[in-house]
């Protein structure tokens, strides 16, 4: 069975920083792309950066420069680390990962509570 564990986020104030991890487990698994994707209540999932199993990354506009994605192919493990963290920035943080088991598919986190508040 193909899980997504997720650690990391909380409270932070405004200026702050977090780190969210998500490590893919399973048996005979291949881990392709992963990615961070936020929901805040009441809008749409949304991208927050994707990396590819070669190290290829792509960020949300809005959050270039203060949000970085990085991943450890050894430890099937996604990070992101988040800087200068805002009010707008609070959220539901999924982890993405595509799969290989050996059918290629798409999993889901449980998601990780960030907030943002003074």
């Known amino acids: 069975q193909v899980q997504l564990v997720e650690s990391g986020g909380g409270l932070v104030q405004p200026g702050g920083s977090l780190r969210l991890s998500c490590t893919a487990s399973g048996n005979s698994i291949t881990v392709y792309a992963m990615g961070w994707y936020r929901q805040a209540p009441g809008k749409q999932r949304e991208l927050v950066a994707h990396i590819t199993s070669g190290g290829n990354t792509n960020y949300a506009d809005s959050l270039k420069g203060r949000f970085t994605i990085s991943r450890d192919n050894a430890k099937n493990t996604v990070y992101l680390q988040m800087n200068s963290l805002k009010p707008e920035d609070t959220a539901v943080y999924h982890c993405?990962?595509?799969?290989?088991?050996?059918?290629?598919?798409?999993?889901w986190g449980q998601g990780r509570q960030v907030t943002v508040s003074s």
């Open positions: 993405h990962a595509s799969i290989g088991s050996p059918l290629l598919s798409d999993y």
